[in-house]
């Protein structure tokens, strides 16, 4: 059983850098691969990031954030971050980090869920 719980998100302008994290308790954290979605209002949930278990091993982007977004981790911390730079307007979403065995754009296929945490661009 792994509980995820997200933070760092909040309101920022245009153009502007937000980190969020993502903390994980359990002691297999680094055994899972870790994905970030995020949601807005009217919306589907879509992928952002997926990194694999092993640091640095398999990293995947959505299209749309792909040279502004890093995600990463820190297996000794148990968390994974999302660095988000030069964001838009059409970045705001509530944002949820995931865990589950492979990195995958498919959220079906994470076994746990964080509770998601809002971010909010401004033009």
């Known amino acids: 059983q792994v509980q995820l719980v997200e933070s760092g998100g909040g309101l920022v302008q245009a153009g502007g850098s937000l980190r969020l994290s993502c903390a994980a308790s359990?002691?297999?954290?680094?055994?899972?691969?870790m994905g970030w979605f995020r949601q807005a209002p009217g919306k589907e949930r879509e992928f952002v990031a997926a990194i694999s278990w092993s640091v640095g091993r398999t990293i995947y982007y959505a299209d749309s954030v792909k040279g502004r977004f890093t995600i990463s981790r820190d297996n000794a911390k148990n968390t994974v971050y999302l660095q988000m730079n030069s964001l838009e307007p059409e970045d705001t979403a509530v944002y949820y980090c995931?865990?589950?065995?492979?990195?995958?754009?498919?959220?079906?296929?994470?076994?746990?869920w964080g509770q998601g945490t809002q971010v909010t661009v401004s033009s």
């Open positions: 359990g002691r297999t954290f680094s055994s899972y691969a």
């Open positions: 995931a865990a589950g065995d492979i990195p995958t754009m498919r959220a079906q296929q994470y076994k746990y």
